[in-house]
C-alpha cells in the first residue's frame, strides 16, 4: 500500500512508460497504490490503483488514510498466517499540504505543511501498530520503519537544537542518513541504538531469514 513509481506511468518518457514493473508481477497478492500506470492526485481526492482497477476517490478523501486503512484491512484478514506488508508510504512528499488534522486546510507554508505531515506520518505509523496490537499479532510481527533520503532541499529539520538544511538527493548525512527504527515487542529490546551501517539491500535476506 502506498506509492509505486516502478512501472513508468503514461506520462513518463517513451523510453521509460509501461517499461518496468506492476506489483503484481513483483509478488504482491493485493495492493492500493498510487501512479502504478497513471498519474492522478496522491493526497486529497487522490487516484489510486486498487488491486489492478485504477479508482478515483472522491473531494474530502485523503490519500494516506485509504492506503493505511486498506493495510490495516489486510492485516486482519491474515492475521492467522504470516504476511508481509510493504507500505513505502505517500507521506511525506512534495507538493507539501495540509492533512485532515491541519487547522488551515488552505495553508500554502511549504515548511509548516511539512511539519504538519511528518505528524500525520506519525499517527498513521501508530495506528498501524495499534492494529497489529488488537489483532494479538504485536508479539509475532517485526515493524521497520526507515526512508529511501533525506528531507526535501527547500525545507529545514532541528535535531537537538540543531538546523539541519533538507539534503534530498545529495550524498551527505543530510541527504542519505535516515531513521531505521526495528519494532517487535519481546524479540527486540526497547532502548537499543546501534551506529552500525546499514543498507536496504541488507533488508532482503535478513527478512527471508525471519
Known amino acids: 500500500a502506498g506509492k509505486w513509481q516502478l512501472l513508468g506511468a503514461e506520462h513518463y518518457d517513451d523510453r521509460f512508460r509501461g517499461k518496468g514493473t506492476w506489483p503484481q508481477d513483483a509478488g504482491f497478492d493485493r495492493y492500493c497504490l498510487w501512479q502504478v500506470d497513471q498519474l492522478g492526485g496522491r493526497y486529497w481526492e487522490p487516484l489510486l490503483n486498487v488491486d489492478g482497477k485504477n479508482r478515483q476517490f472522491p473531494a474530502g478523501q485523503f ?3 485509504i492506503a493505511t486503512d486498506y493495510l490495516c484491512d489486510f492485516m486482519e484478514k491474515n492475521r492467522d498466517k504470516p504476511f508481509i506488508a510493504y507500505y513505502p508510504m505517500i507521506l511525506v512528499h512534495s ?3 495540509p492533512t485532515p488534522d491541519s487547522t488551515d486546510r488552505n495553508s500554502e507554508d511549504r515548511q509548516h505543511n511539512f511539519e504538519e505531515m511528518v505528524a500525520y506520518t506519525d499517527k498513521l505509523v501508530g495506528r498501524i501498530v495499534a492494529k497489529t496490537e488488537e489483532l494479538g499479532i504485536a508479539d509475532r510481527t517485526l515493524i521497520l520503519f526507515t526512508s ?5 532541499q527547500s525545507l529545514q529539520s532541528t535535531l ?4 539541519i538544511k533538507g539534503g ?3 550524498p551527505t548525512d543530510a541527504g542519505n542518513r535516515v531513521p531505521l527504527i526495528g519494532y517487535w515487542p519481546g524479540v527486540i529490546s526497547a532502548g537499543q541504538v ?3 551501517l546499514i543498507d536496504l539491500s541488507d533488508f532482503l535476506p535478513t527478512m527471508l531469514e525471519i
Not at 529511501?148 to 526535501?152: E, K, L, M, P, V
Not at 537537538?160 to 538546523?163: C, F, K, P, Q
Open 63 to 65: 490519500g494516506p488514510d
Open 95 to 97: 507538493p507539501f499540504v
Open 148 to 152: 529511501d533520503n533525506g528531507t526535501h
Open 160 to 163: 537537538h537544537g540543531v538546523t
Open 168 to 170: 534530498k538527493g545529495l
Open 194 to 196: 546501534s551506529k552500525d
